[in-house]
């Protein structure tokens, strides 16, 4: 047993980094499916890239966490300049989500294209941001997300209440003395954090995938927020678990896609024959 | 002055821009414009398909691939929508990663020897648009996308010539368009071949990120100025070719990526769009 853990100890780190993600996203992805914010994922996937390239142009150096804070902060200013746009003008909310998405990333384009001219090379590192590679994760890469995912826990477990109370009626919170604001800032902020970690594994396209799908599948079993953010993490989990075990296993099958493929089955299973709001 | 060769990237850029623009005015509208992001998207399962099949990347099955990519995308995302169980966001951001994704697998499975990556139809390369000629009967007719885009274009302002009545009322009053005879269900898959065509069409000049922000932006733009439809339609050209030209010529003379370039222009006239727009309301 261990002279087999030995020999696949790679395998085992990734896949335990990937599902470390899993349930991470699998839980935050209740509070955005719930509040309709799916695609804000999306968005902010594709807005994290010019402040990803904007640190390496800045430091010239590839350390994950600069790189990391590069992307929350421009992550970070792309709901900023949503809720701007979404204060002051009758413009519908994807639209906006859309503008976001496409400015900010033909910004990190351009800036990637300058960032190409350095001789340290960043073509990987637009690469690993379009795509992922939970293949490469190093150890690293598993302490930040173990951090990040015990960050998040954290203060879920210590905002429970308050952020249950938002997610179905944000007037009743505001109505007994608790600030939305600071509430929604704090469900954003984590939501960002989630969404730039796991771009190095999974990719800008199907980041979204692992917010929207766990929590997708597990909202058509259960009625209660509790179980769904538990059934939620569980789906993340084996979907991320499943698709490392599946690329390592097959050849050229890239790690991110089989994950978002398993994923979505589950949801379409789910869909179709969960007891409680089945389809067939 | 500029070469003959960058007159030709720019006019490709320019025709590009317009051609996106007018499905994109309606999907503004109608609230759907994040289907131009999964479109683009799911037509490389399309493109990537025909590709394994026919292996030519000229052929005109590749856009008929990718145009069914799109309308699978459009009729899977309406059918979970419809069934209730997931709301709209939902169900867009589920579903054209799932067809993107197969489509990587493809790609990374069978076609590692082939001129067909996934950055290309992400990203795009206006700059190598002039190496690809159509020669027809031995003469050389100009750039093979600037046909293929000039024939995407027309075909859009016709259809939106002719259609022009039922968009707008099957856009504005769902109801009424019932009651008057037209279906809105078959106006809006006429509005979704008319984005996949023109996702198809653009992908390989400009990528499909740009697609989004060219179909995007320059309305959402001129939704701020305006609210009446035609001028929209007037002002979102207007927006879309001048970002197209000063984004060309940024990039051209800063040396970066000219998608990227002509993406962000959108967004800078946005912003004047929008402070214009909030001006001109605290005066009012």
Known sequence: ?280 | MISLLQGEILLVAIVTSIACVMPGAFLVLRGVAMMSDAISHAILLGIVSMFLWVQKLESPLLIIGALCAGLLTVICTEMIIVSKRLKKDAAIGLIFPLFFSIGVILITRYGRNIHLDVDMVLLGELAFVPFNRLVLWGTDCGPYALWVVGATLIMNALFIKFFYKELLITTFDETYALFAGFSPIFFYYCLMIMTSITAVATFDAVGSIMVVALMITPCAAAYLLTDRVPALLGLSVVIAVLSSVFGYFFAFYMDVSIAGSIASMTGVFFVGALIKSVVLNKLA
């Open chain 1, 1 to 280: 047993m261990i002279s087999f853990f030995m020999a696949h100890y790679t395998l085992f780190l990734v896949m335990y980094g990937a599902s470390l993600f899993g349930i991470t996203a699998g839980v935050l992805g209740c509070f955005a499916l719930l509040r309709q914010q799916s695609l804000l994922g999306d968005a902010i996937s594709h807005a994290a890239l010019p402040g990803i390239v904007a640190m390496f142009l800045l430091t010239h150096s590839k350390e994950p966490w600069l790189l990391l804070i590069g992307g929350v902060v421009a992550g970070i200013g792309g709901v900023w300049c949503m809720n701007i746009v979404v204060a002051h003008t009758k413009l519908k909310k994807d639209a906006i989500l859309g503008i976001i998405l496409s400015v900010f990333f033909g910004l990190g384009l351009v800036l990637m294209t300058v960032a190409q001219k350095i001789p340290v090379g960043s073509q990987a590192v637009l690469n690993k941001f379009l795509f992922g590679s939970v293949a490469t994760l190093l150890p690293v890469d598993i302490v930040i997300i173990q951090a990040i995912s015990l960050f998040i826990f954290l203060v879920l477990f210590l905002l429970w209440k308050e952020c249950c109370a938002y997610v179905y009626d944000p007037l009743f919170i505001q109505s007994v003395g608790y600030s939305a604001c600071v509430i929604e800032c704090v469900l954003t902020g984590l939501l960002v954090l989630t969404i730039v970690v796991g771009l190095q594994a999974v990719g800008v396209v199907l980041m979204s995938t692992l917010l929207i799908a766990p929590a997708a599948a597990a909202r058509q079993w259960t009625v209660r927020l509790s179980s769904m953010m538990i059934l939620a993490g569980f789906f993340g989990c084996i979907s991320c678990v499943a698709g490392v075990y599946v690329s390592a296993c097959v050849d050229h099958i890239p790690t991110g896609p089989s994950i978002v493929i398993i994923a979505t089955m589950i949801v379409l299973f789910s869909l179709l024959f969960s007891p409680v709001r089945r389809i067939v």
